[in-house]
């Protein structure tokens, strides 16, 4: 076993990562692993390049059956488990999802300390079986909550209830866990306390202080005027708190009327709270209202219930921290589990990090950028796509100024050739992410020999193709038909990457060939030709200066737009 690096974004296969690793050094884990939904959700970019960083379709195949053979040589109640799945669903894809996940949970679970916590994302589609995958793992009597994530107020499905739910499964590895509830408790938003007597006591909101008329005859002193307000004219009575029931009565004691627990006439509690200036009197209307303050509305303890919005906290995705990245969660949500469950100086593991949000809070959460540092949490995120990892390393130059470790990442060119066997695709999204501004292309096959895009900083941009040739001899035959892509695509320049220099025969630079192209005064090359052996080197394509996609969402949205019109 070795020991975990912190701070650090592993790239690859999170299975085979986490069999490394020593048991128990973990404090928290969170994970949102692709959905079995049979769509290809988990992209990063909604617009513009779209990126698959996940294959979210999940097929019978010899990773599956691997996968199923890891399951079944974990613990006895995990293997049990998987074959009853089996008997249920044979080699279909819901089978081939469950067995990818449990030699998974099962390391997972064995990362964590006796303290420790899990919080497991899904939808509806799988997580039932997930429930019952997790108390395989963990035990039943370890399943502490299902929390309900409202990610939307409506979605509109055409034959189907809209589904604006996910599901997320907390489970803790012994009964002593962490668990820091207290100490984020949330006042209500701000917008439902419109009003402020500007005397320090905070915004408020008027509440109702009379009951339905039943409860009381009109010679009831509750039923009684009051103030010239005629209670009972109106079909209602009197209903001050009353200590004894009701947080917000012993909340005015506390703060206010000390004696008010022992104020017994209904009279005589609408005389103290009007004497300490605690009933709203509304210039227009009928009815007077009890100042309900927004700071006594804030010990409300962590619901399994979370609304978007919710609190002070919007739960959703904008503004700065938005990547494009479709099913990316909001900070606001990952930093409640990480406070409640994990405490100043915790490893939090996210084994499916994607676009980094919970690296990023972890590195945020009442710590960097914050008044004391010391309170961040330490992480380790896991990501099979090098485009995530370069998506979480941009997210923490620009955010945090920040640059995190990563491990894994082809380091030299035999590394790199080792990750093109491995994996072409993922080897071709990282040799096109070499260079700067160039986006990996969404799809695998059918791209026209397109690996990678990217736009010029012009006010009339001009398009940039990449075509990655990673192992194979290049052929000027090759070199012709890039040549005829770029030209079909309207795109002023084409680089055709390469994983060495001695692939380059003088057949395809003559192929490539075809002149310079003149930008306010400099000239480029219309073709030219990168090898990962000059990334590795130190040098770079000679291209006009590009946008960078996370930095210029709007303007690259419009250059992609213009494009797609031609």
Not at 178 to 199: C, F, H, Q, V
Not at 252 to 271: A, D, M, T
Not at 441 to 469: C, F, I, M, W
Not at 496 to 510: D, W
Request: charged fraction near 25%; include cysteine; charge should be positive.
């Amino acid at each position: 076993m070795s020991v975990v690096k912190l701070n650090t974004l592993y790239y690859g296969d999170n299975l085979q990562w986490m069999e490394q690793w020593q048991d128990e050094c973990v404090d928290l884990i969170y994970l949102d692993p692709p959905f079995n939904s049979q769509v290809d959700k988990n992209v990063l970019f909604k617009s513009g390049a779209q990126i698959r960083a996940y294959e979210d379709t999940w097929r019978w195949g010899e990773q599956a059956a691997s996968d199923k053979g890891s399951a079944l040589s974990t613990t006895t109640e995990i293997a049990a488990t998987v074959r009853a799945f089996e008997t249920m669903m044979p080699e279909t894809p819901m089978l081939a999802y469950l067995c990818h996940l449990a030699p998974r949970l099962y390391h997972m679970h064995r990362l964590l300390k006796e303290t420790g916590s899990l919080y497991l994302h899904c939808d509806d589609t799988a997580g039932h079986y997930i429930k019952v995958l997790l108390d395989a793992v963990f035990g039943m009597e370890q399943y502490q909550n299902t929390l309900i994530w409202r990610r939307a107020t409506a979605h509109n499905d055409a034959v189907r209830y809209g589904r604006i739910l996910d599901h997320i499964y907390f489970y803790t590895k012994t009964n002593n866990y962490t668990w820091n509830g207290e100490s984020i408790s949330e006042p209500k938003a701000l917008k439902n306390y419109p009003r402020d007597d500007k005397d320090g006591r905070g915004p408020y909101r008027s509440d109702n202080i009379t009951g339905a008329s039943p409860v009381a005859r009109k010679d009831a002193p509750s039923g009684q005027p009051w103030k010239g307000y005629d209670v009972h004219k109106m079909g209602r009575h009197w209903a001050p708190p009353k200590v004894g029931r009701g947080k917000y009565a012993d909340y005015i004691q506390e703060n206010f009327i000390p004696n008010y627990g022992k104020i017994e006439s209904v009279h005589g509690r609408l005389n103290a709270l009007d004497a300490a200036n605690l009933i709203h009197h509304p210039k227009t209307g009928k009815w007077p209202g009890l100042k309900r303050y927004a700071a006594a509305d804030g010990n409300i303890m962590p619901q399994n219930l979370i609304l978007k919005p919710s609190g002070f906290t919007n739960f959703s995705v904008g503004g700065g921290e938005y990547l494009g990245y479709e099913t990316q969660k909001p900070e606001a949500l990952i930093r409640r589990f990480i406070k409640v469950s994990s405490n100043p100086g915790d490893t939090v593991l996210d084994p499916y990090c994607g676009c980094g949000t919970t690296v990023h809070v972890c590195r945020e959460v009442e710590g960097r950028n914050m008044p004391d540092a010391k309170k961040a949490r330490k992480f380790v995120g896991i990501d099979i796509s090098h485009v995530a990892i370069s998506v979480i390393e941009h997210r923490f130059q620009k955010r945090l100024g920040d640059k995190p470790i990563v491990i894994g990442s082809p380091e030299d060119l035999d590394a790199a050739r080792d990750l093109f066997r491995r994996s072409p695709f993922q080897f071709e999204a990282w040799a096109v992410s070499r260079i700067y501004g160039l986006i990996p292309n969404q799809r695998k096959s059918g791209d026209r020999g397109v690996d990678g895009r990217g736009y010029t900083v012009d006010e009339n941009p001009l398009l940039v193709l990449a075509q990655v040739k990673g192992g194979q001899n290049i052929t000027p035959s090759m070199a012709r038909d890039f040549v005829g892509t770029v030209n079909t695509e309207n795109a002023a320049f084409g680089i055709l990457i390469v994983m060495s220099n001695n692939l380059i025969t003088q057949g395809v630079k003559s192929a490539l060939a075809r002149g310079d192209v003149k930008i306010k005064g400099d000239s480029y090359p219309k073709f030219q030709i990168f090898s990962i052996e000059d990334h590795f080197a130190g040098r770079r394509p000679n291209i006009p200066p590009m946008l960078e996609k996370h930095a210029s969402e709007k303007k690259y949205a419009k250059a992609q737009e213009h494009f797609e019109k031609i």
